[in-house]
């Protein structure tokens, strides 16, 4: 986007032009803001009532310590009544005290009201802080909503109403579009039908109501682009069969259910079969539950040399040096390209020292200062001209692609898998999309960058989320973003990422989800029927699959896949608004059960393929091993993500996993020509470990200090020397 002075020098049309557009953006962001803060400050209502319980219950430990040993006395007393065949009010009376416990009733009493609380009244009670923001928004945010959405509107209209004319009491036939009828209840005085409605409760849940409806999609703002109707994220109607023909399963329901449910049949008999005769290795069923062993480590010791051989003789680098020889290879730098012109730079190094600038956190100013024949000024141009969503994603696609060419990455892998995982970064202040408390974390403020890595540990993609968001939405968009094929993909998450609607939906697109659940052996496997052909899995059996869901709402299951094939819309997106629902809609209700479904075949590879656990495993450690070099090339500024917007912000992710992504491509370069050197000596270099050798060492790179250009670039087919002691045979070829 162009500096706001430039207006001048644009032709008076094209000036016309521009400001016109220029207001329909700001609208639309604008709006987008609006509902954004809105959603954020209805929750923090409700936030702040369910940390107030949790306070009183924290304040009370003491007291529920002691009656929970009342409890337990009691029921301790009457099952040895029970035993003996005594009187147990005598022996109640006599072990415990028949008048402590009604003492204690009244306390039981208060903690069971306290647990039973609905979060309305708590919410009710910063009414006045709701009041600082919502007569204003719902008077000036222009409504929709679909069939069923009437109820809403007609409330919001009332409240409207109210505030105009200054009125304070409810009427009595006020509309009621709450889900829970407990709110129904609890919004009339005495609970009654014809109570009087409270009108500090009414407008608390009529609010956040509407706060629901709006993340659901079934209720939507004319000019957002976050905030729109839900089947406006879908294709047309008219457009579904011609993406739903790329889709690997059938449009026939019917005839997808037979041939799932004979499958399923089928695996659950094998399972129940060699569960039964102890031939799973690693699982057991003990006292009703499952016993998973974990995996054994898949590196031996030998392949751990190997890689310590081979990084120390990488070359020595700086930061500035590698990423040049990365651009001379592969040409990344030319994808920055001028905004305006669609020329690239005709100087690369201001554009990958302000790539830097975003990568290691040290910002515009100060890596002018610590780059040589570099000022401010060419690094703010290059950032605001040349430095954009689009064209980080073109560079690091390039990048990503010649690393998967090179023949020593296909050591890693066929390229047919990948990984996901989240990673923290602490923001030391409340900036925009940091999570303000959340339990993984601790309380101090933050932002996550949840991270694709292929199984060639190409870094493919990286999206910046909220501290306390779950990740499983954002799981299919770095395969779906990276065009990744779907035909034999495998994915490995952690439990974070794992919910039956990511399986549902990697399912209908063709992926593989092997997702590592920490609580897998708790939850149970489905059938498409009732059955007792298994008694020896009736444990870990749970309810039948609801097939009369997924039949009737398959039509629409195709048509929000084909839509994500499509990308007509994120799957992050759609995973979100179908969370919204306070209740279920028949969409989400069938997304799960077909979740469901595909979680018990997942669950019986799980258990029957040691191998697949293995692979699993190393996948996200392959992960893990990214996380430990972010860490190192983000060190300024202690690591904290200080950009108070979210452009500025996701420039740092985006520059940082592009680092990331040229330094795994150099050292795989660098790698395999080490390799070559051992083989040249006479050392062994045994085919089967290479898969064991990280390309993300960065202990031989210069990641601080000044960023210094190489005056002598190498040009292909130039290489640096490698790291030999001299006297080597060979040191200098």
């Not at 647990?115 to 919502?134: H, I, S, V």
């Not at 709402?553 to 896949?561: E, K, P, Q, T």
Request: hydrophobic letters at 40%; charged letters at 25%.
């Amino acid at each position: 986007m162009a500096p706001a002075y430039m207006i001048d020098r644009f032709s008076r049309l094209r000036r016309r032009a521009t400001l016109a557009a220029q207001v329909l953006e700001l609208q639309a962001r604008l709006t987008d803001a609006a509902v954004d803060l809105f959603d954020k400050l209805v929750g923090t209502l409700f936030a702040k009532g369910r940390r107030g319980r949790q306070r009183r219950y924290q304040a009370s430990a003491g007291d529920v310590g002691r009656l929970m040993g009342l409890f337990g006395g009691t029921i301790s007393a009457l099952q040895a009544a029970r035993e003996r065949d005594a009187d147990p009010f005598a022996l109640l009376d006599e072990t415990v005290g028949w008048w402590r416990l009604l003492q204690a009733k009244p306390q039981v009493d208060a903690f069971a009201e306290l647990a039973r609380t609905d979060p309305l009244p708590a919410a009710g009670e910063k009414y006045a802080t709701l009041r600082r923001f919502a007569p204003v928004f719902i008077d000036r945010i222009e409504l929709r909503a679909a069939a069923g959405g009437e109820s809403l509107l007609a409330a919001i209209a009332l409240l409207r109403e109210l505030n105009r004319t200054g009125r304070r009491d409810v009427p009595a036939d006020a509309p009621m579009p709450f889900t829970s009828r407990a709110w129904k209840r609890l919004v009339r005085q005495g609970g009654g039908k014809d109570g009087k409605i409270d009108r500090r409760l009414y407008e608390t849940a009529v609010v956040a109501t509407l706060r629901d409806r709006l993340r659901a999609g079934d209720v939507w703002v004319d000019g957002s682009r976050a905030w729109r109707r839900f089947d406006a994220y879908l294709l047309p109607e008219a457009d579904v069969a011609a993406h739903a023909a790329g889709l690997p399963v059938e449009r026939d329901v019917d005839r997808y259910l037979a041939r799932r449910g004979e499958g399923l049949e089928q695996r659950l008999e094998r399972f129940a079969r060699r569960l039964d005769g102890g031939q799973l290795e690693g699982v057991s069923l003990e006292g009703g539950r499952l016993r998973v062993a974990p995996v054994a480590a898949a590196t031996p010791e030998a392949a751990k040399a190997l890689d310590r051989t081979l990084d120390a003789l990488l070359p020595r680098v700086r930061i500035t040096e590698l990423l040049r020889e990365v651009d001379v290879r592969t040409g990344f730098a030319s994808r920055f390209r001028d905004l305006r012109t669609g020329r690239a730079h005709d100087r690369p190094s201001v554009v990958l020292a302000a790539v830097l600038a975003d990568a290691t956190n040290r910002g515009l100013e100060r890596m002018a200062n610590a780059s040589p024949g570099i000022t401010h000024a060419q690094l703010a141009w290059a950032h605001a001209w040349f430095l954009s969503e689009e064209t980080y994603k073109a560079a690091l696609a390039t990048i990503i692609a010649a690393h998967h060419a090179h023949p020593f990455a296909r050591h890693r892998g066929d390229g047919t898998a990948s990984s996901s995982d989240g990673q923290f970064f602490r923001s030391g202040r409340r900036v925009r999309g940091a999570g303000a408390v959340n339990a993984k974390y601790g309380p101090e403020p933050g932002l996550r960058v949840y991270t694709h890595l292929s199984d060639r540990y190409g870094s493919f993609h990286a999206k910046l989320i909220s501290a306390t968001a779950s990740e499983a939405p954002h799981v299919l968009d770095g395969l779906v973003t990276a065009g990744a094929d779907p035909d034999g993909h495998a994915h490995y998450t952690d439990t974070g990422g794992a919910t039956d609607h990511v399986l549902a939906l990697c399912h209908l697109l063709g992926y593989r989800f092997v997702p590592r659940i920490r609580d897998l052996r708790d939850r149970r496997l489905g059938a498409l029927e009732r059955t007792a052909r298994f008694p020896a899995l009736a444990p870990i059996l749970g309810r039948p699959i609801r097939t009369d869901v997924i039949r009737e709402s398959w039509d629409d299951l195709i048509r929000l896949a084909a839509s994500i094939q499509a990308r007509a819309t994120s799957p992050s997106a759609m995973l979100k608004k179908l969370a919204a629902y306070k209740r279920q809609n028949r969409l989400d209700l069938a997304l799960g059960e077909l979740g469901r479904l595909e979680r018990t075949f997942f669950t019986l590879d799980w258990l029957e393929s040691p191998e697949l656990r293995r692979r699993c495993h190393a996948g996200l450690n392959k992960s893990e091993t990214r996380h430990a070099l972010a860490q190192a090339v983000f060190a300024h500024k202690q690591g904290r993500i200080a950009d108070r917007t979210l452009g500025s912000q996701e420039h740092r992710t985006s520059g940082l996993n592009l680092v990331i992504a040229a330094i795994a491509y150099w050292n795989t370069v660098y790698l395999d020509r080490a390799a070559d050197r051992l083989r040249g000596r006479g050392e062994g270099v045994p085919e089967h470990l290479l898969p064991h050798v990280s390309p993300l060492a960065w202990g031989h790179i210069a990641l601080t200090g000044d960023y210094l250009r190489d005056s002598a670039a190498v040009d292909p087919p130039g290489f640096r020397p490698l790291n030999e002691p001299p006297g080597y045979l060979g040191a200098a070829a």
